[in-house]
């Protein structure tokens, strides 16, 4: 099962060909996307599923995320709160893609100590399955208005968890400061751009409809 991902534009037009046009935007299909479900089965067996502090001794530094425990060529492993699977992007490295910006590389350091701050409202690790758009995606030519350019973004996991703690980690990232959100099945997309909001195809998350979240999101509501 692959995913698919919605335009990230800040008002999605609607379609005189589909009424829920105006509500989720055009969907496109990402064939090229990772299988997130597989992901985080692979990233749980490899970070072996157990939780890690929420103390201080994680932080973010010049070169990027650091927390203490060796990871990636592209992340930290697991930082304050978080885990990151193995091909999430956190720094500049190269691999990069050629039309994310320049200010990425600090952006992303302001996402993550945001991103840290929602795992410690949520209470619990979170995984994050992508960040700064890679080099060779199908973003690249499909999405090109994706905050993951501005290292803006996150890709969340929701694999595992229950309605109520789907709609704890919304609540815990609008505390945060998060603004845009992406619902899927079993993902999260939040970032700092515009209100707004999309789906991957699915009608609801969480057990509440995704119309319903979406007008919460715009209008700077608290979902939960």
């Given amino acids: 099962m692959r995913f698919s991902e919605i335009y990230e534009a800040p008002e999605p ?24 479900e597989l992901e985080y089965r692979q990233n749980q067996q490899q ?13 973010v530094g010049n070169g990027g995320v650091n ?6 060529p592209g992340n930290p492993g697991r930082a304050g709160g978080l885990r990151f699977a193995p091909g999430a992007l956190t720094r500049l490295n190269g691999s990069q893609s050629s039309m994310t910006k320049d200010s990425a590389g600090q952006a992303i350091q302001a996402t993550i100590q945001r991103a840290q701050n929602m795992a410690r409202i949520f209470g619990s690790t979170i995984t994050v399955n992508d960040a700064i758009a890679k080099r060779g995606t199908s973003r690249e030519r499909e999405t090109q208005g994706s905050q993951h350019f501005n290292g803006t973004a996150l890709d969340l996991s929701t694999a595992g968890m229950d309605n ?3 709609l704890r980690l919304v609540a815990a990232a609008q505390r945060a400061g998060f603004t845009g959100f992406g619902f899927g099945s079993n993902i999260l997309h939040v970032d700092t751009g515009p209100r707004r ?16 979240l979406g007008a919460a999101v715009r209008a700077g509501r608290a979902v939960a």
Avoid: M, P, R, T
């Avoid at 009424?19 to 496109?28: K, N, R, T």
């Avoid at 927390?67 to 990636?72: P, Q, Y």
């Fill in 13 to 36: 037009a609607a379609d005189a060909n589909s009424g829920l046009a105006g509500v989720f935007g055009a969907q496109i299909d990402h064939n090229k996307e990772w299988n997130q």
């Fill in 47 to 59: 970070f072996g599923g157990s939780d890690f502090s929420f103390g201080g001794g994680a932080g």
């Fill in 67 to 72: 927390g203490g425990l060796d990871g990636g």
């Fill in 164 to 166: 109520d703690a789907k």
């Fill in 197 to 212: 909001h999309w789906s991957y195809g699915n009608s609801s998350y969480g057990g509440v409809s995704v119309a319903s």
